[in-house]
C-alpha cells in the first residue's frame, strides 16, 4: 500500500489541554463497531461508568449541555485516554486530524485544517508544499466499482493542477481561473465523451506554448470581469450566499455569516470595490503578522484539491471539486476581508487562524455540507 501525505505531516502534535477549540467538543463524535463491542465489554468498575456515557443506540458518544464529549475533563484532557490508554479510543478519535481518502492499494493522509494546530502549521508553510510517498506491505486491497483508468487521468490531472496553483510567477486570480477551466473541459468530456480526450485537455495546462496562451486569455477575461465593478459584487455575494445552503454545525456560525455579510456588501458595490482594493494593498505593503497572502491562497488552495479532487473516482464530479476547494478560499478571504474591515485595519495571524479552522469544521465535519459545496 503506498501512503502519501503532505511534508508538513509530521510537524503535528496535539496541544491537548492547551488547545483554544478542544476537537471533543461541539459535534458528536461517532464510535466505528469495533470500539464499541470494546467498550461494552469493558470490566469492574469503570466498565459501568464508561457505558454510562456513551449512547448505544446511536452509536455516539453522550455530550453535556455545553456540547462536550462525557469523557472530556475540566482541564481539556480525555478520561478515557488518561484510564484506558490510546488504545481504547475509537478510530474517529484515534484519527483526528487527520483526513484519509482510500483508493485502491493507495491512502492519501491529510490533516485537516479544522484543528487549530493544523491550520497553525499551514500558516507557517512558506514554500509550496510538496508530496512524500511510502510504501508500506500491508497486502493488496481489492476495491470494488474502482476505475483505475479513471483514476490515473486524475491524479495526471491533479498533478497538472497542483503546478498551476504553486507557479508563483502568476497571480492567484489566474491560477484559479486555468484549474477551474481545466476542471470545467474535464466534466464536459467525462459526461459526453471518451476518456482518452483528457489527454488533449491536459496538454493545453502543462508547461510549454499552450499554458502561455491559457494564461494570456485568463489575463484578458480577468481583466475584463474586474473592470465591471457590478459584476464582481455579484459574483463574490453568490458564492458567500452558498453558505447558507449549508448545514450549520456551530450554534453562532449563523450569526457570523450575517455579520460577514453586511460588513462585505451593505454599502453596495463601490463601497465593495474601495474596500477591497484597500484590503489589496495593505495585503501587499505589509504582510499580516508575517502572513503573505498570496502564499496563504495557494496552501489553501493545494490543501482542498489534493484532499479531494482525487475522490471524483467514486462519482465523476470533478468540476463540483475544484468549485469546492475555489468557492472555500474566496468565502474564506472575504471573511478575512470583513474582519480586517470590521478592527478598522488590522488583522491578525490568530484572527486568520480562527477563520480557517472554524469555517473548516463547518464544511469539512459534515457530508452533507461537503456535497451542498461539490453541487
Ligand atoms: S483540535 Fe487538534 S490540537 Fe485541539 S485537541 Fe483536537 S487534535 Fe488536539
Not at 83 to 104: K, Q
Not at 108 to 117: G, K, R
Not at 221 to 235: G, K, P, R, V
Not at 276 to 286: D, H, L, T
Request: charged share 30%; net charge negative; hydrophobic share 35%.
Amino acid at each position: 500500500m503506498l501512503y502519501v501525505r503532505p511534508e508538513y505531516y509530521d510537524k503535528f502534535k496535539c496541544t491537548a489541554d492547551r488547545c483554544e477549540a478542544t476537537c471533543c467538543a461541539g459535534w458528536q463524535i461517532v464510535i466505528d463497531e469495533a470500539a464499541l463491542l470494546r467498550y461494552k465489554s469493558e470490566q469492574g468498575e469503570y466498565g459501568k461508568t464508561l457505558r454510562r456515557r456513551i449512547d448505544f443506540t446511536e452509536g455516539v458518544f453522550q455530550q453535556d449541555c455545553r456540547k462536550r464529549c462525557a469523557f472530556l475533563k475540566e482541564n481539556n484532557l480525555c478520561e478515557l485516554y488518561e484510564r484506558l490508554g490510546e488504545e481504547s479510543l475509537c478510530v474517529t478519535c484515534a484519527d483526528y486530524p487527520r483526513h484519509i481518502e482510500e483508493f485502491e492499494n493507495l491512502r492519501e493522509i491529510t490533516l485537516t485544517i479544522s484543528c487549530p494546530e493544523v491550520a497553525r502549521i499551514l500558516l507557517e508553510q512558506k514554500d509550496p508544499v510538496q508530496f512524500t510517498e511510502e510504501e508500506i506491505d500491508t497486502g493488496e486491497e481489492e476495491f470494488e466499482d474502482f476505475d483505475p483508468f479513471f483514476f490515473s487521468y486524475l491524479e495526471d490531472a491533479r498533478q497538472i493542477m497542483l503546478s498551476i496553483l504553486q507557479n508563483r510567477e502568476l497571480s492567484v486570480a489566474v491560477r484559479v481561473f486555468l484549474v477551474q477551466k481545466m476542471a470545467e473541459e474535464m466534466q464536459d468530456i467525462i459526461e459526453v465523451s471518451d476518456l482518452f480526450d483528457l489527454a488533449d485537455v491536459f496538454k493545453n495546462y502543462e508547461e510549454g506554448a499552450n499554458l502561455a496562451q491559457a494564461v494570456r486569455e485568463a489575463e484578458r477575461e480577468l481583466s475584463a470581469f474586474y473592470d465591471n465593478a457590478e459584476e464582481d459584487f455579484l459574483y463574490s455575494q453568490t458564492v458567500f450566499e452558498r453558505l447558507y445552503k449549508l448545514e450549520f454545525l456551530s450554534e453562532d456560525w449563523e450569526a457570523h455569516l450575517e455579520r460577514c455579510q453586511k460588513t462585505l456588501y451593505g454599502g453596495g458595490a463601490e463601497v465593495y470595490r474601495d474596500t477591497q482594493n484597500e484590503f489589496k494593498e495593505y495585503c501587499k505593503q505589509a504582510s499580516i503578522d508575517g502572513i503573505n497572502m498570496d502564499i496563504l491562497l495557494e496552501q489553501l488552495l493545494v490543501y482542498f484539491v489534493f484532499a479531494y479532487f482525487c475522490g471524483a473516482v467514486y462519482d465523476d464530479n470533478v468540476f463540483g471539486k475544484i468549485k469546492m476547494a475555489v468557492d472555500s478560499v474566496t468565502v474564506l478571504y472575504q471573511m478575512f476581508l470583513a474582519k480586517w474591515t470590521e478592527q478598522d485595519g488590522q488583522l491578525s495571524r490568530e484572527n486568520v487562524k480562527q477563520m480557517m479552522y472554524r469555517y473548516s469544521r463547518e464544511l469539512e465535519h459534515s457530508d452533507v455540507n461537503l456535497e451542498r459545496m461539490q453541487s
